[in-house]
Every structure is written in structure tokens, then in C-alpha cells.
């Protein structure tokens, strides 16, 4: 079955302690993004990749880092989370990156940060 | 800032009536695409549309592009409790989406 899959689906932390969110897409897509959600914000992307050792900034990448060391996987680092990290964080997959950027979205990750 | 302004940010309405969800911007997208997310899930793709002044159905939702490519708009005709969910529009703009902050809307039955 095609689909993006992160872990861990929830996941509650103290400040300051690093954790990784894995995401991993068994379609061969080249294009692999992170987004955080919140309430009344909406999807904000924090970095994106448009292949193998490629990654770019999103709008809000402070705080977070990215590798892309194989196509199939995009882990987002937190190195030293804070508070303000808590949120629903969204690992997306696409073919391709332009006009029609189609995003297959996993089911996501509910991160607390105390 | 919110480059992409979504209204209403939550609509409940009885089951058969119609309703419309509005995404503008000022900005041109080459595209813009329309998600449905689900508690507990991601969002999943509803439509892409492409051409200024495109419409396009799907069952009972219609999805139009305004000419300009700077907004679009959702409406949905005898909506049911299976709509209930966060709509979501997203804009492309070279390699990224611009997104939203999404419409939640509950049916009522």
C-alpha cells in the first residue's frame, strides 16, 4: 500500500531533550516536506526537500533540522525543543515538486513539549 | 501574515443545505489545490485546478479557480454529515504550498 508513514504518532518530551520524528514513503516520491499545524494557522511548512541531499528552508524552520540521506526518508531533528514546538507535525511526500505539487500527507504527529 | 485568507474558519449547518468556503489571496498561484482533513489524520487531495476561471466537480462539490488565479471558492450542494471535516486550500507558488488556515465544517443531521 502506497503511504507515508511517520512515528511516533504522540509523543510528549521535556525541554531540551533532542528527539527525532521519522518519515518514511514507499512511492519512490523525490519530493518530502515537514509542515507543523496549528489552531487558526493553519499547515506552515519547516523544510522541504526536492531530492537526496537536497533541503531547503521552509517559513518557519528555527529550531528544527532535517536530513535527506536516502529518497525514502526525511527525518525532522528538535535538538533542543521548547515549548513552543508543541504542535501536530505532518510529514508530506509528492512525485514532484511545481504547478501541481500534489502532497500525500502521513497521518501525522502529536508533539507536547514541557 | 496569512497569504492565503480562508472564510468562514468554521461553518455548522443542517444536513441538505448548501454552503460555500472562500480562499483568496493577493498574490497569483500557478495552482491551487483543495484538501479534506479528518481527525486524527493528514490531509487528502480533493482537486487541483490549474486554468483562471476553471471549475470542477466532484459529486456534489464544485470547485471554481478565479480568472486571475488569485482565489477560489468551494461550494457544496445538499451537504451531508459524511462532509464534516477541515477543508483546507493551498496554493503553489514555485516549489512550495502556501496554505490556508482551513474551514472546519460540521453537518448536522
Known amino acids: 500500500e502506497a503511504q507515508v508513514t511517520q512515528n511516533p504518532r504522540y509523543l510528549i518530551t521535556v525541554t531540551g531533550k533532542k528527539l527525532t520524528v521519522t518519515c518514511s514513503q514507499n512511492m519512490n516520491h523525490e519530493y518530502m516536506s515537514w509542515y507543523r499545524q496549528d489552531p487558526g494557522l493553519g499547515l506552515r511548512q519547516i523544510y522541504y526537500?526536492?531530492?537526496?541531499?537536497?533541503?531547503d528552508k521552509g517559513d518557519v524552520p528555527e529550531g528544527y533540522k532535517v536530513s535527506r540521506k536516502e529518497k525514502r526518508n526525511f527525518p525532522l531533528i528538535l535538538e533542543s525543543p521548547s515549548p513552543n514546538q508543541t504542535s501536530l507535525y505532518f510529514c508530506?511526500?509528492?512525485?514532484?515538486?511545481?504547478?501541481?505539487?500534489?502532497?500525500?500527507f502521513g497521518a501525522g504527529t502529536r508533539l507536547s513539549v514541557l | 501574515t496569512q497569504l492565503l485568507e480562508q472564510s468562514p474558519q468554521f461553518l455548522s449547518i443542517q444536513e441538505g443545505e448548501n454552503l460555500t468556503v472562500y480562499c483568496n489571496s493577493s498574490?497569483?498561484?500557478?495552482?491551487l489545490q483543495w484538501y479534506r482533513q479528518e481527525p486524527g489524520e493528514g490531509p487528502v487531495l480533493l482537486v487541483t485546478v490549474v486554468t483562471g476561471g476553471e471549475v470542477k466537480k466532484l459529486k456534489r462539490l464544485t470547485f471554481q479557480f478565479g480568472d486571475a488565479r488569485k482565489d477560489s471558492s468551494l461550494h457544496i450542494t445538499a451537504a451531508q454529515p459524511g462532509d464534516t471535516g477541515l477543508y483546507l486550500c493551498?496554493?503553489?507558488?514555485?516549489?512550495?504550498?502556501?496554505w490556508g488556515a482551513g474551514t472546519k465544517l460540521i453537518i448536522k443531521p
Open positions: 526537500s526536492m531530492n537526496v541531499e537536497v533541503t
Open positions: 498574490s497569483v498561484f500557478s495552482s
Open positions: 508530506a511526500s509528492s512525485p514532484i515538486a511545481g504547478v501541481k505539487n500534489i502532497q500525500y
Open positions: 493551498a496554493g503553489a507558488r514555485n516549489y512550495q504550498l502556501i
